[in-house]
């Protein structure tokens, strides 16, 4: 098995952007699962949700999530519900997998500045959208042993500790 980092966490935690972060720290490539699953389906996601269906998309995430977890030197930032499905917890069960945690309010406030559309908060309320699925999906996150605050930080400074805690103790770095 390769040595593959992936971080999960609520849209908006700073999983692409600690990410790439850790990843040049390190030498690694880095994948954002989204990106793949855009070049994949050769439109972008708030597309392939419209056209396709939200169900479409899972599959390809699940596929790009399997082509992700067998490459070596890799950091993958999957999707924010990634870890609903449980094909998914299985391609991530023993490997090195980091929760972002983050307020849903603060997450919130990050998407609608990325300039990425989200569109399971397409809603007349975003807001209350982003606190339903974060409630929803709050038991998955906090399933994962490793947990990382990134409230009030920046994205080195999260990377930082992950390579602190994480990848030097598991002789990744």
């Known amino acids: 098995m390769g040595r593959v980092l992936i971080l999960t966490g609520f849209m908006g935690a700073g999983k692409s952007a ?7 720290r390190l030498g690694w490539s880095f994948v954002d699962l989204d990106d793949a699953v ?6 972008p996601v708030h597309r392939i949700f419209v056209e396709d269906g939200e169900g ?7 596929r790009a999530l399997g082509e992700a977890v067998a490459l070596d030197r890799a950091v993958v930032a999957t999707g924010g519900g990634v870890l609903g499905r449980p094909d998914n917890r299985r391609l991530l069960a023993g490997r090195l997998v980091v929760n972002l945690r983050a307020d849903p309010a ?3 406030r990050r998407v609608a500045g990325s300039g990425r559309r989200r569109p399971l908060l397409e809603t007349g309320d975003p807001a209350r959208a982003a606190r ?5 999906r709050r038991p998955l996150y906090d399933g994962v042993p490793r947990q990382v605050d990134t409230d009030g ?3 080195e400074a999260v990377a930082d500790e992950i390579v602190r805690r994480f ?7």
């Open 38 to 43: 855009e070049a994949a389906a050769g439109k």
């Open 18 to 24: 600690v990410g790439q972060v850790v990843a040049r």
């Open 106 to 108: 603060a997450c919130v």
């Open 56 to 62: 479409r998309f899972r599959d390809l995430e699940t």
């Open 153 to 155: 930080r920046t994205p």
């Open 132 to 136: 339903t699925l974060y409630a929803e």
């Open 167 to 173: 990848l030097s103790a598991e002789g990744g770095a």
